[in-house]
């Protein structure tokens, strides 16, 4: 075998942990400048604080809720790319689907039953004593139900309860194709190519967007970039290490000569474009190279920030229920936090961070085992 033919595959059980500081970055991004317009106590104008300050976090927030939009398919390309270790699981029979479903389930639902319920009950709460929504969010009995399901945003690009959520509801839906796809690959005897049926649609659904069951701009986000995920994943089992490393040498300097040179292809108001671009140029690239090279991985995933990685999730799943319960307690108790100080939002973010790490530690663990018994008979 060539030295630089890789003798190892994507497998279930080897944990990639420069993925975990990847997502704990994207997420991090996605809940301070993504949501900033939403939560900044500041509202990012002046407040007091030195003009230099105040106009570098009003252009720079401003600029990443532009420029982040491809962030969130970044997850879906991570997420694509690791459920390929299951391929040839699903592809051989040895695991079935209801397995396969319950396996994941336990792994993201936990969180979001205990946000989502959260979230109504002090939804109705802060109603009851302010008279109107926070944020307009919907707390009415069926958009209980789909949330719970995490099926919220197969109906529509409405996002309720606890918004952030739309993208566990599309990575799930995701999750729940994926097996029948494999298996489509398998009867069909014509390797991955049938992936690219839910990239193609993805991708006209994204020129093309509506709001009809399955079919709405929510969804196309996911089949584009989840499957795409896949396609690289298998590409990348194809290729030697020499190769994936030319690869990440030509197209990622390329994007960036791109984005400094003549950033209005990549940013225009075409957002195709710019997620189009960022993950084949970028993103893909970038994930081959870190599997490839086992001691960048390394360096990468150490395992400070491979920690945080891991209370990603629960930091992203927080975020709006902690937001929330400020609200409600602001109105009851009146605390006067400094809302008017733009240096406030930061040290909330910091604070949802050490909650989200110790949330990770000591009790979503408990949460998962709980249910991993209740449903795996674990």
């Known amino acids: 075998m060539s030295p630089n033919k890789k003798t190892y595959a994507l497998k279930d059980d080897r944990r990639i942990r420069s993925f975990d500081v990847l997502k704990a970055i994207v997420i991090m991004l996605t809940v301070t400048w993504g949501h900033y317009w939403q939560f ?49 699981k699903i592809s051989e029979g040895t695991v079935n689907f209801v397995d396969y479903l319950k396996k994941r389930v336990v792994r ?43 099926v919220q945003n197969w ?14 509801s599309v990575y799930f839906l995701c999750l729940v194709l994926y097996y029948p796809m494999v298996k489509l690959c398998k009867k069909l005897d014509i390797g991955i190519l049938p992936m690219l049926i839910p990239v ?11 709001d009809k069951f399955l079919q709405n701009s929510d969804v196309a986000r996911g089949y584009f970039a989840f499957f795409l995920g896949v396609i690289a994943a298998h590409i990348f089992n194809h290729l030697t290490r020499k190769q994936v490393n030319m690869l990440f040498g030509l197209s990622v300097p390329l994007y960036l000569l791109i984005f400094i040179v003549y950033k209005p292809l990549i940013y225009n108001d075409n957002t195709f474009n710019r997620v189009l671009i960022s993950s084949l140029m970028l993103y893909i690239p970038t994930l081959m190279f870190l599997v490839a090279n086992p001691k960048v991985d390394a360096v990468v ?15 992203y799943a927080i975020n709006f229920p902690f937001y929330m319960l400020l609200a409600f307690l602001e109105v009851c108790f009146g605390f006067g936090i400094p809302y008017g100080k733009t240096h406030m939002y930061y040290v909330m973010f910091l604070i949802q961070i050490i909650v989200a790490i110790l949330i990770n530690r000591f009790i979503e663990p408990g949460l998962n085992k709980y249910f991993a018994k209740k449903l795996l008979k674990e």
Not at 119 to 137: E, P, Q, S
Not at 155 to 168: A, E, K, M
């Open 200 to 210: 193609f649609y993805g991708s006209y659904l994204y020129l093309n967007p509506t």
């Open 40 to 88: 900044t106590p500041a509202g990012f104008y002046a407040d007091g604080t030195s003009l230099f300050w105040t106009e570098f976090t009003n252009n720079f927030t401003a600029a990443s809720l532009r420029y982040t939009h491809s962030l969130m398919e970044l997850l879906f390309i991570i997420s694509g790319f690791q459920m390929y270790a299951y391929y040839s």
């Open 108 to 150: 993201l639902f936990p969180l979001t039953i205990i946000t989502t319920l959260f979230m109504f009950v002090v939804g109705h709460a802060y109603y009851l004593k302010t008279g109107y929504y926070w944020f307009d969010i919907d707390i009415s009995f069926r958009s209980l139900v789909l949330s719970l399901l995490n």
């Open 155 to 168: 109906f529509s690009t409405i996002h309720p309860l606890n918004g952030p959520l739309w993208y566990v």
């Open 301 to 315: 995933g150490n395992k400070p920030f491979a920690a945080l990685g891991k209370a990603s999730y629960c930091l």
